[in-house]
């Protein structure tokens, strides 16, 4: 590279490719496909490790749950600020979904931690019962995301690209299967 101001220069960033609509891109499959990884290492974890350190690790999993819901439903409110930046929408029901699933994981953790007597481990929420009511979640986020990605009746575009769809059913299977493993191990501990 030249000081003199005279040589084109490369950019330091290349220029965005722009890829066909129904395949997903590589950003969104690997940081989407990657963000299994603590679902499933704790799935794992929780065979694999002595009950007193895999009841910590089935805890972090539905920690992880509980931020990754929290994400789900804020990609509503990011595309309700997207929409139209000279037009905003003053529809309720982006803004709102967009918060209840966080509001919705955080009642399912805190009431998992809530204790009802002095004993330990003696919550409002059994770990078996926090991890299928984490499982639900994602699904009820997976079924509202599905519902915003097909065109509705009156003819307004969907909300999402088609590729979107595909990558929340393959992620949300993942994390959900990865969730169904730690309470089938939850279930075949001889104590809570």
Known sequence: MSMSGTEATTPIVEPTRQVPGDQIPLPAAVLGYGGLTPFVLSALGIWLLPVSIATFVVSAQIFYAAIIIGFLGAVHWGWAIMKDFDAPTTSWEPYAWGVTPAILAWVIVVLSA???????????????????????????TLLIDLKHSRTPDAG??????????????????GAVASLAISLIRILSYDAP
């Open 156 to 173: 307004a575009p969907p909300r999402w690209p088609a590729w979107f769809r595909r990558l929340r059913w393959h992620l949300t299977i």
């Open 114 to 140: 809530w204790p009802t007597s002095t004993a330990p481990g003696d919550t409002m929420l059994a770990l078996d019962q926090t991890v299928s009511l984490m499982m639900a979640l994602l699904l009820l």
